[in-house]
Nanobody, 119 residues
Framework: HVQLVESGGGSVQAGGSLRLSCVVS?????VAWFRQGPGRTREGVAG???????SYAKFAEGRFTISRDHDKNTLYLQMTKLEPGDSAMYTC?????????????????WGQGTQVTVS
């Protein structure tokens, strides 16, 4: 049974930075961050494979960084140069798949989310 608990969301001014955290317990290999803004569909932000490979949505490239601390069982999303359009509920996800993906269908374990608001 995989459990995911996010933290680190909050309110920040445009141009600022935030680091999201997700404690992941249970058997999993690939992890990712997703987001869903008001009136928008969920979209993949960044994915991280068990081999360290990463995948980013175009809007995230150069601004966001996904990483993982295995000792702390924690997944991170470092976000910089935040824009109002980045405002959303950010959710982490995990799966036993042996690859990297930012497609929701690849994941079967989800956290509750943490809200990010950029003004």
């Amino acid at each position: 049974h995989v459990q995911l608990v996010e933290s680190g969301g909050g309110s920040v001014q445009a141009g600022g930075s935030l680091r999201l955290s997700c404690v992941v317990s249970g058997d999993h290999r690939m992890v990712a961050w997703f987001r869903q803004g008001p009136g928008r569909t969920r979209e993949g932000v960044a994915g991280l494979g068990d081999d360290g490979s990463t995948s980013y949505a175009k809007f995230a490239e150069g601004r966001f960084t996904i990483s993982r601390d295995h000792d702390k069982n924690t997944l991170y999303l470092q976000m910089t140069k935040l824009e109002p359009g980045d405002s959303a509920m950010y959710t982490c996800a995990a799966s036993r798949g042996p690859y990297t993906s930012i497609y929701a269908a690849a994941y079967n374990n989800w956290g509750q989310g943490t809200q990010v608001t950029v003004s």
